[in-house]
């Protein structure tokens, strides 16, 4: 935040001017200007300074506009971060727009490590990560945010919390902005969605409320703060992928108790203290997952309900609580979140051993399956094929292997295949035969019998006749 100190009746400053310095680091990467926004004020609030640089004018507004909205509530996994509240408001914006982030993937990456969360000047940039058009600006007022809503936009305020219906009166209050519609008489009618409302008040709809563009402007100038007073955060649609990335990982079964994540085959080691130093060390984080009987289909993952009670071993690999444990031989499985600090979060499935033995024999089934139905042609190619991909769901110590061994059967075979040791070959044409079992066993030798001798046959007859 650039400040310049003086007397807001003359002008100090005539002209600012910003400049991007990239640096790349030693293997050459350097990061991406995905868009730049600067907003200013004067020292106190006035709502009649900005001025709207979207694509409708406020002459031109239309009677209603809205965009879908996606509330969740971060009572349940806040796991101490002070300003959760605002980092929520910024899940919930994201989310509507097209992501489908988790509350831990916006908390943690873009955190501010000296301000910690909640940094509201620094924050905006989240949205960006994810892929989303955003940016912020000072004196908002009710006017822009019909503006801003009617470009397809979600608005994010901070308001007096007690000025309108939030479930949280605090005169340092946030609030969403999704919709508005305009009455007969001309009234405007805004509808909002409180971002710090607890799981029941969130089930109960007490987070959803409506309210006037009088009621909406003095609970913007109310709020409590003055440095952030009039500050508008708006978030767009998700045009370019998320610089957040989900890596699918194996979770190999070390013991009931006990995982060890791995990537492309390479063992993944979290430090002891990989939760306890989140907000102060690059690379730490969180580790969260679901049950998968409890996740409802068609719904964002934030929605979900998260646990937090695996912890990281001395050795790196993961301990599983006994509720879980329980859970696991019971036949559920977990979907585990590693979410680091620094855009990447390992993704993975965590199975019991005797759902992992149930795994492995319908994968078995369908290698079988892929084999039986394979032409002439091309079955010793299939077999290599086929004793391979045995081979590694045998030994498989995670669901995430076994699924890698299926994808084997997807492997383009070549046509013809001659294989020496199965099927004869007649005037450079190659037959292969599949294996016989039972009674075809014993017919197929007489077959190539009766079909020698009807060679035979064939020449003498001809030699006969000439």
């Known amino acids: 935040m650039f400040v310049v100190r003086g007397s807001s009746s003359t002008a100090n400053v005539k002209d600012v001017q910003f400049r991007v310095l990239l640096r790349a680091d030693d293997a050459g990467n350097a990061p991406e200007v995905f868009g730049l926004n600067f907003t200013y004020k004067k020292s106190s609030y006035s709502a009649n300074e900005a001025v709207y640089t979207g694509k409708t004018s406020a002459g031109a507004l239309p009677k209603s506009a809205s965009v879908d909205i996606t509330a969740t509530s971060a009572y349940a996994y806040a796991n101490g971060m002070s300003a959760w509240r605002f980092e929520n408001m910024m899940l919930m914006m994201v989310n509507s727009r097209g992501s489908d982030a988790l509350f831990e993937e916006v908390a943690l ?8 969360w909640g940094n509201w000047a620094y924050t905006i940039f989240k949205a960006g990560l994810f892929g989303h058009n955003a940016y912020t600006q000072f004196a ?4 822009l945010v019909q503006q801003a809503i009617a470009d397809g936009n979600i608005v994010g305020l901070y308001v007096h919390g007690g000025k309108l219906k939030t479930t949280n009166s605090d005169s340092s209050s946030q609030v969403i902005v999704y919709a508005y519609e305009t009455q007969d008489d001309g009234t405007v009618i805004f509808k909002t969605v409180c971002p710090r409302g607890d799981v029941s008040e969130l ?8 309210c006037t563009a009088e009621q909406l402007a003095d609970a913007i100038s109310g709020f409590g703060k003055a440095s952030a007073r009039g500050m508008m955060y708006v978030v767009g649609s998700k045009v370019k992928e998320s610089s957040v990335k989900r890596v699918p990982a194996a979770a190999q079964i070390v ?3 006990t995982i060890r994540l791995s990537v492309d085959g390479i063992t993944i080691s979290l430090p002891e203290d990989f ?13 969260a997952y679901t049950l998968a ?8 993952l934030a929605a979900s309900k998260f646990y937090y009670d695996i912890i990281v071993n001395a050795d790196g690999t993961l301990a599983l609580p006994e509720a879980l444990q329980s859970k696991l031989a019971a036949g559920d499985t977990a979907n585990l979140y590693v979410v680091h600090n620094n855009g990447m979060t390992y993704t993975a499935k965590i199975i019991s051993v005797n759902t992992l033995d149930k795994h492995k024999i319908e994968a078995l089934a369908k290698v079988s399956d892929y084999l039986a139905n394979q032409p002439s042609k091309v079955y010793g190619e299939a077999a290599k094929i086929a004793n391979q991909a045995r081979a590694l769901i045998e030994a498989a110590s995670s669901i995430e292997e076994i699924e890698a061994a299926l994808k084997l059967l997807d492997t ?15 005037g450079g044409d190659t037959t292969v035969l599949p294996p016989q079992t039972g009674d075809a066993e014993k017919f197929a030798p007489f077959m190539l019998i009766v079909m020698a001798m009807a060679a035979v046959l064939f020449v003498v007859c001809r030699r006969k006749h000439s």
């Open 140 to 143: 908002a007022n009710p006017t």
């Open 275 to 287: 939760v306890a130093q989140k907000s102060s060390t690059l690379g730490y984080g969180v580790i």
């Open 293 to 300: 009987s409890e996740v409802k289909a068609g719904e964002k």
């Open 109 to 116: 990456n873009g955190l501010d490590f000296n301000g910690g």
């Open 203 to 210: 089930t109960n709809g007490d987070v959803f409320g409506t």
């Open 255 to 257: 013991d009931a108790a």
């Open 412 to 426: 383009k075979l070549d046509y013809p295949w001659q294989d020496d040791n199965q099927g004869a070959t007649a």
